[in-house]
């Protein structure tokens, strides 16, 4: 028996859709099973699919996700909302095919976290020096705002408002892009995005640290001043339910273009 849970974001709207998908599911037998789903449906737009995945992130292994856009940008939502009945008779009766998305895992201390889009470490009081090492080699010494540290399914988030590549979500990769650095005869950086492959070791130390903010997907925390972070993609996964074709180059259009 199908296993369900929706979250919405917290609008008219969206609450009202939730309500008519779980109203149509539960009528067709679907159990709806918030502590233990098999497919979890986000209804809003991007930011709600990443609450719903950081809702779940010790269940992923057993959980697909699909998403419903009520009106945001919605990068992760494959129907809108007029799609509704579509989406719950494609739920009820069609395999879906999967599309598994690694996460970037980011060490930090003594914890580990997780992220879907990116890490951004971002100082707007000082200036932000980092020291970025790739598997253990120094690279360079980084004075600016902060680094974006993005996965491919990130790479159309923050990733692109800082000109960094988009980079299709079926390859294993991360990429770095600076955020304002300072460049002059003293301070130098590569200006440009890096694309990493999978294996690779990212570390990042903040040295003079004071105020500077550790942004995961949708949430914050505070490091302590030196703290070393160390970033690779993650062996885990997310698992994104395809019930019919929606082509990366067509979701990049209906996104970006149209
Ligand atoms: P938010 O302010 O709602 O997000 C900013 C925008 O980014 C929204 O339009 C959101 O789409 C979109 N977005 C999120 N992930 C995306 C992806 N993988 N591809 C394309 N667009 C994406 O904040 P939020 O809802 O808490 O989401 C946090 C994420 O927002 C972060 O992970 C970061 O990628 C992104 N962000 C971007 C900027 C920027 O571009 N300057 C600044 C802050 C955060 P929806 O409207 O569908 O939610
Ligand atoms: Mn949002």
Request: with cysteine; net charge negative; hydrophobic share 35%.
């Amino acid at each position: 028996m199908l296993r369900f849970a929706i979250i919405s974001k917290d609008n008219t709207k969206s609450i009202k859709l939730k309500d008519k998908i779980c109203q149509i599911l539960t009528q067709q037998g679907a159990i709806e099973d918030p502590s233990n789903p098999s497919i979890v449906i986000t209804v809003g737009g991007d930011g709600t699919m990443l609450r719903a995945i950081h809702e779940y992130m010790d269940h992923l292994d057993t959980i697909s996700f699909i998403g419903i856009h009520s009106g945001t940008l919605g990068f992760f939502t494959n129907y809108t909302a007029d799609q509704v009945e579509e989406l719950c008779e494609d739920i009820l009766h069609v395999e879906p095919s999967i599309h598994e998305y690694n996460l970037l895992k980011i060490d930090l201390e003594d914890e580990v976290y997780y992220a879907v889009n990116e890490l951004r470490i971002e100082n707007v009081y000082h200036t932000q020096s980092i020291d970025m090492y790739i598997n253990d080699e120094f690279l360079q010494s980084f004075r600016g705002n902060g680094v974006c540290l993005s996965t491919s399914a990130g790479s159309t988030g923050y990733n692109r408002s800082l000109n960094g590549p988009i980079i299709e979500s079926s390859l294993n990769l991360m990429v770095m892009t600076e955020i304002a650095g300072i460049h002059h005869r003293k301070y130098k950086s590569l200006q440009s995005p890096l694309v990493m492959g999978g294996d690779t070791v990212f570390k990042m130390v903040l040295t003079k640290s004071d105020k500077a903010v550790l942004g995961i997907d949708h949430f914050t925390i505070t490091p302590r001043s030196n703290a070393e972070i160390s970033c690779c993609l993650s062996h885990k996964t997310v698992k994104m339910a395809f019930f019919k074709p929606f082509p990366y180059t067509k979701r990049l259009h209906q996104a970006f273009i149209k």
